[in-house]
T-cell receptor, first 113, second 111 residues
Framework: QQQVKQSPQSLIVQKGGISIINCAYE??????FPWYQQFPGKGPALLIA?????SEKKEGRFTISFNKSAKQFSLHIMDSQPGDSATYFCAATEGGSQGNLIFGKGTKLSVKP | ETGVTQSPTHLIKTRGQQVTLRCSSQSGHNTVSWYQQALGQGPQFIFQYYREEENGRGNFPPRFSGLQFPNYSSELNVNALELDDSALYLC??????????FGSGTRLTVV
């Protein structure tokens, strides 16, 4: 069964717009929720992460919103740029930042100039 | 430059053969994990090694095995290759307190 469900599968946003990617999970033992960015031919790179005791975390143009009761979290990319075009993965672990990552299926983001 | 180097970058093997993929981590990164990423999918956890001992395993058969060496390098071995083993294989390393850093992966094609 898929432990982390990610949507949408693909997303097209105009330059300057807001990109929103959503994830839902079932396992309440998850205690670390990172987002990764992956460009073609490269491995995933950590973008931003949050722990369940915080409802929001912001780093530059990237914000994670976390809803513990709904078991959902989302990534918001403000002022989206063509260079943000990549595949984004949400993930979750039980062992903090050292745990085995359970990934969503990914969202392919295209930012149009 | 992520500090995690994987080799080779691409590999073509025939069904039934065996393959060894290599990963070189940064000094001090005593935890290494391997993931399989099928085309269009998220990475799936294969196993993790901590100080040269297996420290967790995902839902992969025993023909997937690994080794971690004292010099922070590691190997993923796959025996009896199947067509479905075609994927990008990713290595991720971390210190005891740090976050996972992924390499660029090895693209394995089984024909």
């Amino acid at each position: 069964q898929q432990q982390v469900k990610q949507s949408p599968q693909s997303l097209i946003v105009q330059k300057g717009g807001i990109s929103i990617i959503n994830c839902a999970y079932e396992n309440t033992a998850f205690d670390y929720f990172p987002w990764y960015q992956q460009f073609p031919g490269k491995g995933p790179a950590l973008l931003i992460a949050i722990r369940p005791d915080v409802s929001e975390k912001k780093e530059g143009r990237f914000t994670i919103s976390f809803n513990k009761s709904a078991k959902q979290f989302s990534l918001h990319i403000m002022d989206s740029q063509p260079g943000d075009s990549a595949t984004y993965f949400c993930a979750a672990t039980e062992g903090g930042s050292q745990g085995n990552l359970i990934f969503g299926k990914g969202t392919k983001l295209s930012v149009k100039p | 430059e992520t500090g995690v180097t994987q080799s080779p970058t691409h590999l073509i093997k025939t069904r039934g053969q065996q393959v060894t993929l290599r990963c070189s981590s940064q000094s001090g990164h005593n935890t290494v994990s391997w993931y399989q990423q099928a085309l269009g999918q998220g990475p799936q956890f294969i196993f993790q090694y901590y100080r040269e001992e297996e420290n967790g395993r995902g839902n992969f058969p025993p023909r997937f095995s690994g080794l971690q060496f004292p010099n922070y390098s590691s190997e993923l071995n796959v025996n009896a290759l199947e067509l479905d083993d075609s994927a990008l294989y990713l290595c991720a390393s971390s210190t005891g307190q740090g976050r996972n850093t992924f390499g660029s992966g090895t693209r394995l094609t089984v024909v």
